[in-house]
């Protein structure tokens, strides 16, 4: 699982984004990197079956050990990427970061596995409050994860995980941020047990 608590604002996923300002025409005799962060706007837990998606504290992807499968979908406004003052971003590098929590079921400790989870493009608009598991199932670009994460079987709950998604965001500085219906994480292996 990972944290969504939104009075704990240090925890909630956002978008790390390292980025200089480029003068057009391009001539800047100190190009600089600045850090930007860039906080979710919407952020829904699914579950594989429901008719509606939950918009908990918590968020997780995978299989848990009653047979229930879960998604997260999350979308972040990168609008203010492009906001220069007559100049562009240039991204260096753009990261998701999410805080881990703990095994949804960590009763048996026993049984938690290392998990790789893959970042999706969602297709479609959603809203928090009405999207479900049907709405996205067939709605993200299956064909190019953007990005994947990573949670070992010995990873200590309030840790981060980062996922990196500079292709996308170099992207959009570039090109201009177009269809952003923002992302779904989706568990590598959703047939197996992940917690």
């Known amino acids: 699982s990972f944290t969504n608590d939104s009075d704990v604002t ?22 600089e990197y600045f850090e930007k962060t860039v906080d979710v706007t919407s952020s829904t837990l699914l579950v594989e079956g429901d008719t509606q998606g939950y918009t908990n504290e918590s968020l997780t992807v ?5 047979g229930n499968v879960y998604r997260t979908v999350i979308k972040f406004d990168v609008s ?9 971003y240039s991204v260096n590098d753009a990261w998701i ?17 290392s998990r790789t989870f893959s970042v999706y493009k969602v297709t479609i608009e959603w809203d928090e409050d009405t ?21 070992s079987e010995d990873q200590v709950g309030g840790t981060a995980v980062w ?15 177009t269809d952003n ?11 197996t047990s992940s917690r």
């Open 62 to 66: 995978g299989k848990d050990v009653d």
């Open 80 to 88: 203010s990427i492009l906001e220069t003052n007559n100049g562009q």
């Open 163 to 177: 996922i990196n998604i500079a292709d996308t965001v170099i992207d959009w500085a570039e090109n201009g941020v």
């Open 97 to 113: 970061k999410l805080n881990y929590l703990k095994p949804s079921d960590s009763s048996d400790e026993s049984s938690v596995t």
């Open 10 to 31: 240090e925890y909630i996923p956002y978008i790390d984004i390292c980025y200089k300002i480029v003068p057009v025409p391009v001539c800047n005799e100190t190009e």
């Open 181 to 191: 219906y923002g992302f779904v994480l989706i568990d590598d292996d959703e047939s």
């Open 131 to 151: 999207v479900s598991w049907d709405d996205i199932k067939d709605n993200y670009d299956s064909s190019s994860p953007i990005g994947e994460g990573v949670v």
